[in-house]
C-alpha cells in the first residue's frame, strides 16, 4: 500500500518542510509501522513537495497513521509543517501492480540527516482510465513494462488505484480515481528523454501498445520531473 502525496506550498517554503521532514518525520513515523519511501523537490513547481510513504495493509496503514498523527512528535512539530501548505489532500491511493512491482528499497540503505541531495533524476507518470476499466492496467503491465525494460532502466514500482475505503479519514484521499503510476529512476532527465524517445520508436509500443493506451486512457498522462532530497531512498 502506498500513498503518492502532493503538497502545495506557501511562496519560497519548500526548503523550509523539506529539512523538518529530514530531520523529524522519516524515522518517527517509521516507527509506528510505516516506511518513508521517497522525498523529492518538483522541478516544475518550486512551491510543491511530492513524497510517497508504505504500508504493509490498509489495517496496518490504520494503526500507523493513528499512532504518529497521535503522538509526540508530530504534536512538537507539526504545527510547524502545516505553517508551510497551503494543501495538503492531493494523495493518491495505490497499491502494486502484483508482488514483484512494488518499490524495493530499505530503510536500512537511507542516508543519514544532512545528506546533500542526490544527483538523480525521478519520474513519476501517471496514467488515467475510466472507473471500474482494467484494460489500460494489463496493456502497461503486459505491454509497456516489456518495452521499458529492453529499452532503459526497469521502473522502480508500479502501482495502481486501491480500491479500498480510507480508514484514516482525518488525511483525505483523491476518491473516483482509477490510475497506473510508474515510477523510474535515471542518472538525470537527458538520460530519461533518451528513454522516452527509445520507446516511442520501439515497434510493439509504436505500433500496438501506445496506440491502446491512447485509445483506453481517460485523460492525457501526467509525469512528474523530480528531484531526490537527501534521505529519499527512492532516487
Same mark, same amino acid.
Given at each position: 500500500?502506498?500513498?503518492?502525496?502532493?503538497?502545495?506550498?506557501?511562496?519560497?517554503?519548500?526548503?523550509?518542510?523539506?529539512e523538518l521532514f529530514d530531520r523529524e518525520f522519516v524515522e518517527t513515523q517509521e516507527a509506528?509501522?510505516?516506511?518513508?519511501?521517497?522525498?523529492?523537490?518538483?522541478?516544475?513547481?518550486?512551491?510543491r513537495f511530492v513524497w510517497l510513504r508504505g504500508f504493509p495493509d490498509m489495517t496496518a496503514?490504520?494503526?500507523?497513521?493513528?499512532?504518529?498523527?497521535?503522538?509526540?512528535?508530530?504534536?512538537?512539530?507539526?504545527?510547524?509543517?502545516?505553517?508551510?501548505?497551503?494543501?495538503?489532500?492531493?494523495?493518491?491511493?495505490? =497499491?502494486?501492480?502484483?508482488?514483484?512491482?512494488?518499490?524495493?528499497?530499505?530503510?536500512? %540503505? *537511507?542516508? &543519514?540527516? /544532512? !545528506? $546533500?541531495?542526490?544527483?538523480?533524476?525521478?519520474?513519476?507518470?501517471?496514467?488515467?482510465?475510466?472507473?471500474?476499466?482494467?484494460?489500460?492496467?494489463?496493456?502497461?503491465?503486459?505491454?509497456?513494462?516489456?518495452?521499458?525494460?529492453?529499452?532503459?532502466?526497469?521502473?522502480?514500482?508500479?502501482?495502481?488505484?486501491e480500491t479500498a475505503s480510507n480508514t484514516f479519514t482525518r488525511l483525505p484521499v483523491r476518491?473516483?480515481?482509477?490510475?497506473?503510476?510508474?515510477?523510474?529512476?535515471?542518472?538525470?532527465?537527458?538520460?530519461?528523454?533518451?528513454?522516452?524517445?527509445?520507446? =516511442?520508436?520501439?515497434?510493439?509500443?509504436?505500433?500496438?501498445?501506445?496506440?491502446?493506451? %491512447? *485509445?483506453? &486512457?481517460? /485523460? !492525457? $498522462?501526467?509525469?512528474?520531473?523530480?528531484?531526490?532530497?537527501?534521505?529519499?531512498?527512492?532516487?
Amino acid at each position: 500500500m502506498v500513498e503518492l502525496r502532493q503538497y502545495t506550498l506557501r511562496p519560497s517554503r519548500r526548503d523550509e518542510l523539506i529539512e523538518l521532514f529530514d530531520r523529524e518525520f522519516v524515522e518517527t513515523q517509521e516507527a509506528t509501522g510505516m516506511v518513508v519511501l521517497g522525498q523529492f523537490r518538483d522541478l516544475d513547481d518550486p512551491d510543491r513537495f511530492v513524497w510517497l510513504r508504505g504500508f504493509p495493509d490498509m489495517t496496518a496503514r490504520h494503526h500507523a497513521l493513528t499512532a504518529f498523527y497521535g503522538g509526540p512528535v508530530w504534536a512538537e512539530h507539526g504545527p510547524r509543517a502545516n505553517a508551510t501548505m497551503v494543501d495538503s489532500d492531493d494523495v493518491l491511493l495505490l =497499491r502494486p501492480v502484483s508482488a514483484e512491482h512494488g518499490p524495493g528499497v530499505s530503510p536500512a %540503505e *537511507r542516508p &543519514r540527516d /544532512g !545528506a $546533500p541531495a542526490a544527483d538523480r533524476f525521478v519520474s513519476a507518470t501517471v496514467w488515467f482510465f475510466p472507473q471500474g476499466r482494467s484494460e489500460g492496467l494489463a496493456l502497461i503491465r503486459d505491454g509497456l513494462l516489456p518495452v521499458l525494460r529492453e529499452t532503459g532502466p526497469a521502473p522502480l514500482a508500479v502501482l495502481t488505484t486501491e480500491t479500498a475505503s480510507n480508514t484514516f479519514t482525518r488525511l483525505p484521499v483523491r476518491t473516483g480515481e482509477n490510475v497506473t503510476v510508474v515510477l523510474t529512476a535515471y542518472p538525470d532527465e537527458a538520460a530519461q528523454r533518451r528513454h522516452a524517445a527509445e520507446v =516511442r520508436a520501439h515497434p510493439v509500443a509504436r505500433d500496438e501498445v501506445l496506440p491502446g493506451i %491512447e *485509445r483506453e &486512457r481517460s /485523460g !492525457a $498522462p501526467r509525469v512528474l520531473r523530480l528531484a531526490p532530497t537527501g534521505r529519499s531512498l527512492i532516487r
